[in-house]
């Protein structure tokens, strides 16, 4: 099952998953999107992505029995609709997109992130309250990308669950619940497409 990997690659992608984890558990958030842009590296970007949402659909089993008394039910089942059509989206371009495009969309998209990053720590978010209604852009295209990249989507959703006001508690419960249907169904989606393959388990 090792066989199509040296073990320096074993060992490389087993200290990022470790790294990006240990990131996960200090921050909150971004476990995926830390990842990512080293593994590409190391495995094909059509393996990482698949690799590392199985991993942290484990993670999000034990947030979710944590946290699901504090989820704002309303909210979640806002987001849950668009974001199935999201995950639908990203696999198709998953599907049909080579490598090479996969990994300079993904450079473009951290990149994207990180001026976003930077734009929020230095100006700050505004202070006003959005409407329900952008629950359907934020869960389609914070679902699409985080299937096609394998993460980073998350944070349309955060700035959602900020602009809408909502308290640190129900705010982590809400998206921890979201996220956790988000991972259900990409699985679902990468192992219909047949990108669960024997070595791919493996390393997971």
């Not at 790294?19 to 558990?25: D, E, K, N, S």
């Not at 997109?97 to 505004?126: E, M, Q, R, S």
């Not at 409407?131 to 295209?141: D, R, T, V």
Request: charged residues 10%; glycine residues 10%; positive net charge.
């Amino acid at each position: 099952m090792f066989d199509a990997y040296s073990t320096l690659q074993l060992a490389v992608t087993a200290a990022i998953v470790f790294f990006a984890m240990l990131v996960r558990g200090m921050s909150g958030f971004g476990s995926s999107l830390i990842a990512m842009p080293f593994l590409v590296f190391v495995l094909p970007i059509h393996t990482a992505v698949p690799m590392m949402a199985l991993l942290v659909l484990i993670l999000f089993v034990f947030l979710t029995l944590r946290d699901w008394r504090d989820v704002i039910w309303r909210e979640l089942v806002l987001l849950v609709v668009p974001t199935f059509f999201g995950i639908a989206g990203g696999l198709y371009l998953f599907a049909v997109l080579d490598h090479t495009l996969l990994i300079k969309l993904l450079g473009g998209f951290i990149g994207g992130y990180g001026l976003y990053v930077l734009a929020v720590h230095h100006f700050g978010l505004p202070p006003v309250r959005c409407s329900e209604k952008w629950a359907l852009p934020a869960g389609f295209l914070g679902a699409a990308a985080d299937t096609l990249f394998g993460g980073g989507g998350g944070a349309i959703i955060v700035v959602y669950m900020h602009l809408r006001q909502v308290n640190k508690t129900q705010f982590r419960a809400t998206t921890v619940m979201l996220w956790f249907f988000e991972m259900i169904m990409r699985v679902l989606g990468y192992a219909v497409s047949g990108y669960y393959t024997l070595g791919t388990l493996a390393l997971a």
